[in-house]
């Protein structure tokens, strides 16, 4: 009987005292994800504006599947921490950021789906060169803009965790 009130009364101690926040790990994944998404874009401009016939869309589309791995954990990351804060009384302010962190998650994912659908139609445009050189430095500049912004990203998220934290 002793033991199973010492093991209500440190579950509660924990819960309430100690209770397990996972934040951090998630604004951590979501960084990782960020920045390998950007870097795909940066790729993929890169590709369009100086690699245009080399036909290196192939290693591309694969980056992006591999990232869509990263993706899917990074969902379950932000799960986890907002399952986390439910018996955090003092999660509030995490809460308000796993929210936001959600919605720059969904903002990922469209541009996931985005930049797969144009991998498939710029290997076939390459293949039947149908891009233009001014085409392909608009395509170029429009993929760089989506690179820094997924680049920036990150860095405000750092930001509000070091706001918390202090």
């Given at each position: 009987?002793?033991?199973l009130?010492?093991?209500?009364?440190?579950?509660?101690?924990?819960?309430?005292?100690?209770?397990?926040?996972?934040?951090?790990?998630?604004?951590?994944?979501?960084?990782?994800l960020?920045?390998?998404?950007?870097?795909?874009?940066?790729e993929?401009?890169?590709?369009?504006?100086?690699?245009?016939?080399?036909?290196?869309?192939?290693?591309i589309?694969?980056?992006?599947?591999?990232?869509?791995?990263?993706l899917?954990?990074?969902?379950?990351?932000?799960?986890?921490?907002?399952?986390?804060?439910?018996?955090?009384?003092?999660?509030?302010?995490?809460?308000s950021?796993?929210?936001?962190?959600?919605?720059?998650?969904?903002?990922?994912?469209?541009?996931?789906?985005?930049?797969?659908?144009?991998?498939?139609?710029?290997?076939?445009?390459?293949?039947?060169?149908?891009l233009?050189?001014?085409?392909q430095?608009?395509?170029s500049?429009?993929?760089q803009?989506?690179s820094?912004?997924?680049?920036?990203?990150?860095?405000?998220?750092?930001?509000?965790?070091?706001?918390?934290?202090?």
């Amino acid at each position: 009987m002793d033991t199973l009130i010492g093991i209500v009364v440190a579950i509660l101690i924990h819960m309430f005292l100690f209770p397990p926040d996972f934040t951090k790990k998630a604004a951590k994944s979501l960084e990782k994800l960020s920045n390998q998404l950007s870097g795909i874009l940066n790729e993929l401009s890169n590709w369009i504006q100086l690699e245009w016939g080399q036909e290196k869309g192939n290693m591309i589309e694969n980056k992006i599947h591999l990232s869509l791995q990263e993706l899917h954990a990074t969902k379950e990351m932000l799960s986890t921490a907002f399952n986390s804060l439910k018996f955090n009384p003092f999660g509030k302010k995490h809460h308000s950021l796993i929210k936001k962190y959600d919605m720059e998650l969904k903002k990922m994912s469209k541009c996931y789906d985005y930049i797969s659908t144009i991998v498939t139609t710029l290997k076939e445009w390459e293949k039947e060169g149908h891009l233009s050189s001014s085409d392909q430095m608009e395509a170029s500049i429009y993929l760089q803009a989506f690179s820094k912004f997924f680049g920036n990203l990150n860095v405000q998220q750092q930001n509000e965790l070091d706001g918390e934290s202090n």
